[in-house]
Each structure stands twice: as C-alpha cells, then as structure tokens.
C-alpha cells in the first residue's frame, strides 16, 4: 500500500510509513476493523471513522508491539534465550523394548 503522505510503497502489514513514518492505518472503534488511514468509513461495519459513533465501542487491546531488532537484546539474554528453546527441543530417546500386555492394559481399565 502507498503512503497518503508521500506515496512510498509499503508492504500490507506494515502499520507506519517505512519512508515519513506517517500511519498507514485506523482501526475502528466499534469492530476493530483496520481501515487504511484516507478511508472515511469502516470496511468492517461501514459506520463513519470520522463522527462520533452510535454503537458502544468494542474493547480491543492495542496491536502487538513489534520487538526492535536483534542487536538491542542483550547477548547474555539471547544465549539464554537458544538455550532454553534447545533444551526444550530435545527429548529422551524412547525405549523400542517396552512391550504392553493385553493383562496390563485390562488392569488399568479395571476388566
């Protein structure tokens, strides 16, 4: 999509300008529709983003903030960070031996 601003092209889930910073969206009040900032009504609802609404507002909880890049974070705390999702992906090796019985399955259920 293109900046209203300057015309810079941006890419669709972009929120803000890359070139002027301008926003590059609105989401509405009542739905929580994202609406391209020129646009005059809702895409969702079709109610007006400029008067006052009718409706009672939804309760939306603000976008997710997008985290700044790699080289802000900590190195002590991305080490953390790889350990952690490495320890997680690793399991034990399952034993192929262990062997179930017809007998052990029935004392489980009761039978």
């Not at 293109?2 to 890419?11: G, K, Q, S, T």
């Not at 391209?36 to 079709?46: A, Q, W």
């Not at 953390?80 to 179930?100: H, K, M, N, Q, T």
Request: negative net charge; contains cysteine.
């Amino acid at each position: 999509m293109n900046c209203a601003v300057c015309d810079h092209p941006n890419a669709s889930e972009r929120n803000y300008c890359g070139s002027c910073g301008h926003p590059l969206s609105r989401y509405c009040g009542s739905c929580g529709f994202r609406n391209l900032t020129p646009d005059r009504f809702c895409g969702g609802c079709g109610l007006s983003l400029e008067e006052p609404r009718d409706r009672s507002p939804v309760v939306l909880s603000a976008p997710a903030e997008v985290p700044g890049p790699v080289e802000s974070i900590p190195r002590s705390a991305l080490s953390e960070l790889l350990d952690a999702a490495r320890e997680a992906g690793e399991s034990p090796p399952e034993d192929a031996d262990i062997r179930v019985s017809q007998n052990d399955i029935d004392s489980l259920f009761g039978d």
